[in-house]
């Protein structure tokens, strides 16, 4: 008979004449108890050094206690059977996976549980039927390998409870990322409610209208949380870079932003054109269900190129200046940190002159409409059916918007007419059978020099709408009139702006803050551009569609009067910084020889990138243009 011990139990004594001698060997603060008073009992207890063995006689008694030490050195050399006695020692190579007594042991290993979470896309319900999930070490393999001493990269921290804050956007909300696209070119969308431009005699342009739309679905893509790491949409360029274009330079927003050139408010060279008084009732908020209509009023007006105005020509002649351009142009250039479409400038320089120049129909001249919005309008390429709320749609709405509205809230009496100094030097009555619109325009000059010895002046040729007489002094103060449009406050790319119908009486700031962060860069060119005229009034009318789903009828809800100065000063924009991006441009054209330069902004990027052009590389994009327009008009013929 011999006796059996096990760790943590008491032994017991089994029958064995054949046995071997038995040994037992016991972990450090281990003891085992054998009720005395029976023929086998016996009381021992171990000690860190020391183990015992037993032998057993069924005719022996145990003593009280025995020696610990005569019963460790009576035991055999090398290991026996139970834990090992070192801590180096595993078991088989793979240590015990780590568990509290307090963790739901649900099963040994859960090796189903990762797939779970890649079918449902990463997202993890924390409830009780994904409880055994929260086990520490039930559901992570790495767990069962033999880690890394102190590695701490795969350490992990989880809650199993249920987060009960509610998402402001609701059930089913929907959010975008990205920007949007570019406009596509005036002439090359017809449509019934678009705004086109008509070449004419000697580089004059005129405005009509095209042919009706076909309508879309209304909205837009609809998005989800799936979507946050769709890549952002991809636009053209306006513009074909060729292979034999040099790279000049390459700037990039954030340094864009840095410049800063301060430059006086600049002194009048020579007015031209004549101006109707501004219509006041339209200043008077009007009764819901009686807004004034937006009225399609034939008048020409011109948007005539830097180097194709004979006014120009002529001071460039008489050596007033280094640097032309126009308004568009340069309000364009001071605001390109803004803008987020497309658009390029075309420099010549022509001895120490630099003209900054545009092509013929490019998308500088159209009003974009929620260029910056974080939910930009879609355009067809990116999935967009809806084709009245496309980029390209939206901005030759805004442009004959703009174009008809400021034509109808002047009031036309030839007794009450402002004439300029000169008349309208764009306008030739043989050949146009529309009248002029109201306009003056005024060659403006200013200083851009960074010391005397090297002065470098600016003219600029700007525009003026309209005049009104002051309410307290009676004179008469130079207006400049545009309209922002509402096409569908519900749409996809309306930017979360409010419904103007019911929200500008109201909450007209609103509405206004809105339209500053969706619509940043055309507010800033447009207030550059009354700044640059010098007028004294800024009006923004507002108008929307009668239907979402029909951009050819529109309503006047309401128009707005500011200062430019202190409009500029509401939306943050800088003068200064925009003449240090005038005279950085020029300067690096300067430093080159004669000949022709592209600007040209990045369509994905906040970047703009300066070319130099070989001779004779616009006027071949002019011709194919042109041939690419007359071969689909003769198709149509035949």
Known sequence: MWL??????????????????????????????????????????????????????????????????????????????????????????????????????????????????????????????????????????????????????????????RDSTKS????????????????GRGDSRGGRGTFQRTGGAGGRQGYDRGGRQAGGARGGRRFGWKDYDKPARNRDASINIKADWQLLEEIDFNRLAKLNLDADEGEDLEDYGFLYYYDRSYDKQPVKGAEKKLMAIDRAAYNVTT????????????????????????????????????????IVRQGNKIFLDKRDNANLDMVTVNENAADAPLDAADGSKDALNQPGALAEEATYINHNFANQVVAESESAKIDMAHANPFYNASEDTDPPASKAYKYRRFDLSTNDEEPVYLVVRTEIDAVQKNAISGE???????????????????????????????????????????????????????????????????????????????????????KPRDFANQMNLSLSNGWGIVRTIADMCLKRED??????????????????????????????EEQEEQQPAEGAEE
């Open 476 to 562: 008469d103060q130079l207006v400049t009139i545009k309209a922002l449009n509402e096409f569908d406050s519900k749409a996809q790319g309306s930017g979360g702006a409010l419904d103007w119908r019911s929200k500008l009486v109201t909450q007209r700031g609103a509405v206004v803050a809105t339209e500053m962060k969706n619509n940043s860069c055309k507010l800033a060119r447009w207030t550059v551009q009354s700044i640059l005229s010098k007028s004294d009034v800024m009006k923004l009318g507002f108008v929307s569609r009668v239907n979402p789903r029909s951009n050819d009828k529109h309503v006047i809800l309401g128009v707005v009067g500011w």
């Open 307 to 346: 180097s194709s105005d004979p006014v120009i020509q002529e001071l460039a002649e008489r050596d007033e200046a280094t640097i032309f351009a126009t308004d568009s142009i340069l309000s364009m250039l001071m605001c390109s940190p803004r803008s987020v479409y497309p658009w390029d400038i075309v």
């Open 4 to 161: 059996e011990l096990r760790r943590g139990r008491a032994g017991r004594c089994k029958d064995s004449p054949d046995s071997p001698t038995p040994h037992h060997k016991f972990d450090s603060n281990l003891a085992v108890q054998i009720p005395s008073g029976t023929t086998r009992g016996f009381t021992f207890a171990t000690t860190p050094e020391t183990a015992h063995h037993v032998p057993v006689n069924d005719d022996a008694t145990m003593a009280d206690s025995l020696d610990y030490v005569k019963i460790c050195e009576s035991c055999p050399p090398g290991d026996g059977w139970g834990p090992s006695v070192t801590t180096d020692t595993t078991l088989n190579g793979v240590p015990y996976a780590p568990f509290s007594k307090g963790d739901k042991l649900g099963r040994m290993a859960d090796w189903t549980a990762e797939g779970k979470d890649r079918e449902r896309g990463g997202r993890m319900q924390y409830n009780r039927n994904y409880r055994d999930q929260q086990v520490y070490g039930s559901s992570h393999a790495i767990t069962f390998n033999a880690p890394p001493a102190e590695d701490e990269s795969t350490f992990s921290l989880v809650s199993n409870t």
């Open 595 to 624: 000949g022709k330069f592209v600007l040209v902004k990045d369509p994905n990027k906040s970047i703009l990138r300066l070319y130099e052009l070989p001779a004779g590389s616009l006027e071949d994009d002019d011709e194919e």
């Open 168 to 183: 402001r956007y609701g059930r089913g909300a929907v959010f975008t990322r990205g920007r949007g696209q570019r406009g």
